[in-house]
Antibody, heavy 119, light 106 residues
Framework: QMQLQESGPGLVKPSETLSLTCTVS????????WGWIRQPPGKGLEWIGN???????YYNPSLKSRLTISLDMSKNQFSLKLTSVTAADTAVYYC?????????????WGQGTLVTVSS | DIQLTQSPSFLSASVGDRVTITCRAS??????LAWYQQKPGKAPRLLIY???TLQSGVPSRFSGSGSGTEFTLTISSLQPEDFATYYC?????????FGGGTQVEI
């Protein structure tokens, strides 16, 4: 059973860079898309972006100018970097595994990590 | 972007009730729709994919239907553990989008 676990700072200052890592255990990064979803406190879910070992990466246009998602095959991890953060980026961030079939779904999720943007 | 509108936003029901949640897409998305259940403080859990396929391990009281622009999630006999918020997600085109959620209160 593949498991995903987010890690990273829980507090980031405004204008700085939010960096999170998702460690995948129990399987390889091959054969799936790997993505990030966030949820501001008390609100709904927002897809951030996903990437694949082929190099294909898609970002939410609302975040694209500030966003990088990348894979580290040697560590079986993928990461999220979001620059120039503001209070609006405060959210629980989830990493997820997405199947590669057409219209693929997120079938496995990390537990989530709360990131607060505050000075 | 494809907008997903869920209704109702809030639903109060009793144990044993049949519950239906609707998700409408702003344009056709074939059957590229998933449903998730989220309990407070927990990650979303996949219930249904490809509009009507039950994820392994999910109780058979959950079912999904629809194609194109209108989809439904049905819980045939509501159980106490079904108290949660339910989200639909379209996987037809980028950016992927979620519905606003339906909170189910027992």
């Amino acid at each position: 059973q593949m498991q995903l676990q987010e890690s990273g700072p829980g507090l980031v200052k405004p204008s700085e860079t939010l960096s999170l890592t998702c460690t995948v255990s129990g399987g390889s990064l091959n054969n799936y898309h790997w993505g990030w979803i966030r949820q501001p406190p008390g609100k709904g879910l927002e897809w951030i972006g996903n990437t694949h070992v082929s190099g294909t990466t898609y970002y939410n246009p609302s975040l694209k100018s500030r966003l990088t998602i990348s894979l580290d095959m040697s560590k079986n991890q993928f990461s999220l970097k979001l620059t120039s953060v503001t209070a609006a980026d405060t959210a629980v961030y989830y990493c997820g595994r997405r199947t590669v079939v057409a219209g693929g779904w997120f079938d496995s999720w990390g537990q989530g990590t709360l990131v607060t943007v505050s000075s | 972007d494809i907008q997903l509108t869920q209704s109702p936003s809030f639903l109060s029901a009793s144990v044993g009730d049949r519950v239906t949640i609707t998700c409408r897409a702003s344009q056709g998305i074939n059957t590229y729709l998933a449903w998730y259940q989220q309990k407070p403080g927990k990650a979303p859990r996949l219930l249904i994919y490809a509009a009507s396929t039950l994820q392994s391990g999910v109780p058979s009281r959950f079912s999904g239907s629809g194609s194109g622009t209108e989809f439904t999630l049905t819980i045939s006999s509501l159980q106490p553990e079904d108290f949660a918020t339910y989200y639909c997600q379209q996987l037809y085109s980028y950016p992927l989008t979620f519905g606003g959620g339906t909170q189910v209160e027992i």
